[in-house]
């Protein structure tokens, strides 16, 4: 049988992640179970929306792959970004974290002039099929620019007040573009991961449990401000009490919880996402889920979930300890907005906290959310990368040395 050669462009990027022969017993310089880890999660996500918007399409296009082709499109597009994301250096990300911030003010302030209004939210730019939601982006942005921050202003984030308070001003300035959308799920993200990143840059407890309290009460107010949030959080309290009304999206995903036991009614056999249960392939997919899969599906999908936070928290303990600090604090970043993110999802579909619209990491269908939170991988794949390269020069110096 004749043995096709390599293609030279496949073989120089496989060359750019090998180890020197005197290291071959590590053939490869990169977390492969990260990327296995977001690669699963992927797959099972395109699993599910295909499972789980069959209804949706016939609906709206009679075509019960509507979503599943867009979904698929937008995994190839997040695939190929993170292709080209893991060749930027850490470094520019550091030495570029006020221009993104920047663009991501830009972007907000864009989608409030020229947005597209779906279900009462303009949080959409349109550019022709698609749909571009800053707000995902501007997760990130935001994050990149408190690591660069943290090393920038580090003892000042520690000992000084006004170092404490700069960066919050950021967020505050962040968080009221994105409640004129409304979007006052992806402010209480941005706010547990910023608390979370001055936590680990040692703020002061005092004004750690400051900000925590002060955050707790301006969520209280909007949520007492806005009519629409008081229905959702007295649905969220007891959601059987207008089972038609405020609490009907709860208790379908909660019948879908029910239905699912154990081991599920089987892949593709979900009564719930039969226009029972809206939003079945967004913020509630993991109802859907449970119900096909059962407990035992939910669990791997944590699991999944929780290995995929774990390394990037270990990967920016790491960059902390060999002392690149941007790289530590950003990974550590991305760790806490995908884990609370996950948290919040599940959450809402099984009723342990209100509905917040935010979706489940690399599973619920949305371009802008899944390209983002690809990005965010490949930005953690090139943190490790860069590490493990350094480790291996130090490695080679001493060993000539």
Known sequence: MRIMAKPQWLESVVARFKWPESAAQEPLLFDRHLLWLALCL????????????????IAMNDDPFRFTKR???????????????????????????????????????????????????????????????????????????????????????????????????????LAVLLLAQPDLGSVVVMFVTTVGMLFLAGAKLIQFFGLIFTGVVAVVTLVIAEPYRMRRVSSFLDPWQDPFGSGYQLTQS?????????????????????EYLPEAHTDFVVAVLAEELGFIGVCTVLLLQILLVSRALRIGKQALLAEQAFAGYLACGIGIWFSFQTMVNVGAASGLVPTKGLTLPLISYGG??????????????????????????????????
């Open 254 to 274: 909660l019948m879908a919880f029910g239905r699912g036991d154990w081991l599920g009614e089987g892949l593709g056999n979900s009564i719930q996402k039969l």
């Open 368 to 401: 802008s959310s899944l390209l983002a939170m690809s990005i965010a991988v490949a930005v953690l794949i090139r943190i490790d990368h860069e590490l493990r390269l350094a480790k291996c020069q130090a490695y080679k110096r001493g060993a000539h040395g």
């Open 42 to 57: 992927m797959v099972l996500g395109l699993v599910m929306v295909a499972s789980s918007s069959i209804p949706e399409g």
């Open 71 to 173: 979904h698929g499109l937008y995994l190839l597009l997040c695939l190929c970004a993170i292709a080209f994301v893991v060749q930027i250096p850490v470094a520019w990300w550091q030495s570029h974290n006020a221009k993104l911030l920047l663009a991501a003010i830009v972007a907000l302030v864009l989608v409030l002039v020229v947005g597209r209004n779906i279900n009462g939210s303009s949080r959409w730019i349109g550019l022709g099929p698609l749909n571009i939601q800053p707000a995902e982006f501007a997760k990130l942005a935001l994050f990149t620019y408190l690591a660069g921050y943290l090393v920038r202003r580090h003892e000042q984030v520690r000992e000084n007040l006004k170092g404490f308070l700069k960066p919050l001003m950021v967020f505050f300035f």
